[in-house]
């Protein structure tokens, strides 16, 4: 056999590629062939898979964004959001970096380069020439390539045209050609079921955008999206099926499967032709002819996509230059099972990851500070400014060490108790001994009277705006500054309980009893007439406001419609309670002056006695207090 002569116009990678095969220096084109090939049959599936997982995740990288807008909305902690979208970004950055740094996609291209050579170096050995030589005369790197390639045996006499024929037919133009026809078959069949996902997302994305359309034209999208939260499924859905859409397109693009699709049936026409033309060629120069002309369209297609893939631009540049390092790695692991290669892989993107982000320490650095500025920019300098709806304001919890509500059905089937709390106080104070909504609610719950039929009592805790620090200069005015507040989280926690009354989870024909001190007078007048405008009026529902200043009398302020329809008690016992009607005001309105006790303050001691007087009412059955609760005179 001959050797292949040493040649230094090969490409650099040629030597590296084929010491990583396992290839001797004497190796044949039909041992070059099986080698070559079984890397590149195994490498090809990989690298589009990892492009598929590389467009999944960058789809997910624009969704997730997305969770920011519902982090007020739903009340969850925004670490979990950001966590992942940090995390998803961290992981393309990973994979990217890791397919180039492998060079994956060069050693497949590569690895199929020289395998078709090899191919055609097999297929024409016997034949007089050197056919795949003269087939890249056009590309002189390529071209050295094959002339190194030894022959398997050289021809020992000029074959007779019918056996050229017979031959070269079963074992190159046929051959190729079913392999053509099957590699066309599985890209036209990738291709539909992508244009099907494309079709159907757009199908979807359609009927969601003529949904909304619907909706606005109804007259009732804020009630229907608030009722139903069906803005989630709207705005998530919405943004996330075109954006699939867009994501099928352009995996179809990286597949490149309308240009396969197309070349596959051009070469399929072309062998057909071919062989059609060797059937009928009269002399053996003629055939060789053809044979030529093969081999020259088949290496050309094939070297045209490698000069395409070979110089195709990086997103992510790799500064390892040991390029025999690289494919040997590349090569080693195709050849493990799949928990060796899983675990080279995430080995190999967390070293990236890593040096990804140490080399960004300045990106990281720039996106620190200017965040930092934002937010000193943006954190609210008065007591106006913090009229805006707090993460976790209009909380739901079933006591006071919870961190939310889930209504019992055994307690539920009795009825609702909701306390709300006022300014500078909270659910669950842990600072504060008093804890009076969580005293008042065990007193509820350990009372003879109910013992029987305890209801479902729910606390409504907003401390983030009702102990706002720049809520302290003056008690009249902080409370005439939050009223405002105090009636947005009351028309939220109207919402959620319109939620829980749909669901069922919440029954509107048992008694119901709304409890509000101080500003929390504002957010259960708020929310009982949330539950009126939104059709679902309870039917026996009384409302208590314990000590609440400045209510809204004007004739479509929260205290002059809930009266409307529900009775309500309203204490007053320190000098704070200004601009209550007086009794008498509306037939279901009833005021009630509280003497205090001896040596108290008529104003912070006072406005504080109101929870407690009312909590003392639940034992002491004074008839002023709970026993004119639904609860105490339902039958």
């Known amino acids: 056999m001959e050797q292949p002569p040493a040649h230094p116009h090969r490409p650099a990678w040629y030597q590296p590629l084929c010491t990583a095969l396992g290839l001797q220096p ?17 490498l090809a599936p990989n690298t589009r898979r990892l492009w598929r997982w590389i467009l999944a995740l960058e789809g997910v990288a624009v969704v997730l964004p997305l969770l920011w807008l519902l982090v007020l909305r739903l009340g969850w902690h925004p ?22 740094w492998r060079g994956m996609q060069h050693t497949w291209t590569r690895a199929r380069l020289l395998a078709e050579i090899a191919r055609s170096a097999a297929a024409t050995g016997w034949l007089p020439g050197r056919v795949t030589v003269e087939a890249l005369s056009t590309v002189p790197k390529l071209q050295v390539i094959a002339a190194g390639l030894p022959q398997d045996s050289a021809p020992e006499s000029t074959p007779d ?7 070269y037919l079963t074992e190159r133009i046929l051959n190729q050609r079913d392999h053509y026809q099957e590699k066309r078959s599985a890209a036209i069949h990738e291709r539909k079921n992508l244009s099907r996902w494309v079709t159907r997302t757009l199908d979807g994305a359609l009927f969601l955008a003529v949904a909304g359309a619907a909706l606005v034209i109804s007259g009732r999208a804020d009630y229907l999206l608030r009722v139903s939260g069906s803005d989630y499924v709207m705005g998530l859905a919405g943004t996330t099926l075109p954006l699939v859409a867009i994501l099928m397109q352009s995996l179809s693009s990286f597949l490149e499967l309308n240009r396969r699709t197309g070349r596959y049936a051009l070469q399929i026409d072309f062998l057909e032709a071919a062989a059609a033309r060797l059937q ?26 490698f000069y395409q893939a070979e110089h195709s631009e990086f997103f992510y540049r790799s500064k390892n230059l040991d390029e025999a390092a690289t494919i040997r790695a590349t090569v080693e692991q195709a050849r493990h099972t799949w928990h060796h290669r899983l675990l080279g892989g995430l080995t190999a993107s967390l070293s990236f990851i890593l040096s990804v982000i140490l080399g960004r320490l300045v990106v990281v650095a720039v996106a620190i500070v200017l965040t ?66 969580e005293r008042m609610q065990n007193t509820l719950e350990r009372s003879k009277d109910l013992a029987l039929q305890v209801p479902e009592i729910c606390l409504v805790d907003w401390h983030e705006a009702a102990q706002d620090p720049s809520l ?3 008690f009249l005015n902080d409370l005439a500054a939050i009223r405002s507040m105090g009636e947005e989280i009351g028309k939220i926690v109207g919402c959620k309980l319109a939620m829980q009354i749909k669901s069922g989870k919440v029954r509107a024909d048992q008694p119901m009893h709304f409890i509000g001190h101080s500003a929390g007078g504002f957010v259960v007048m708020a929310a009982a ?107």
């Open 26 to 42: 004497g190796a044949t084109a039909a041992q070059v062939l099986e080698k070559a090939d079984a890397v590149a049959s195994t």
């Open 79 to 100: 670490g979990y959001t950001a966590a992942a979208v940090l995390t998803c970004t961290l992981a393309i950055v990973g994979v990217c970096w890791w397919l180039r």
């Open 161 to 167: 045209l019918d056996s050229l024929r017979q031959r």
């Open 280 to 305: 009928h060629a009269a002399t053996l120069p003629d055939a060789m002819a053809i044979v030529h002309q093969v081999e020259t369209v088949l290496l050309g297609e094939v070297v045209e996509w």
């Open 372 to 437: 930092s500025a934002w937010i000193a920019w943006h954190v609210p300098k008065d007591y106006v400014a913090t009229s805006a709806i707090h993460r976790r304001d209009g909380r739901l919890l079933s006591s006071a060490t919870a961190d939310g509500w889930d209504p019992r059905p055994e307690r539920t089937a009795h009825g609702l108790i909701l306390i709300a709390h006022g300014l500078h106080d909270g659910a669950n104070r842990k600072e504060d001994k008093s804890r009076w909504m």
């Open 472 to 474: 302290q200069h003056n």
């Open 529 to 635: 007439r949330t539950l009126d405008i939104l059709g679902i009026r309870p039917a026996n529902l009384r409302l208590t406001i314990l000590d609440t200043p400045l209510p809204d009398v004007k004739e479509q302020g929260d205290l002059s419609s809930v009266i409307q329809y529900h009775p309500l008690d309203y204490y007053c016992t320190s000098a704070f309670a200004q601009g209550v009607p007086p009794e008498g005001w509306h037939p279901r309105f009833s005021r009630f002056q509280i003497e205090l006790k001896e040596d108290m303050d008529a104003y912070l001691d006072a406005h504080s006695y109101a929870h407690e007087w009312y909590i003392e009412s639940i034992t002491n059955h004074d008839k002023r207090g709970f026993s004119r609760s639904p609860f105490m005179t339902r039958p």
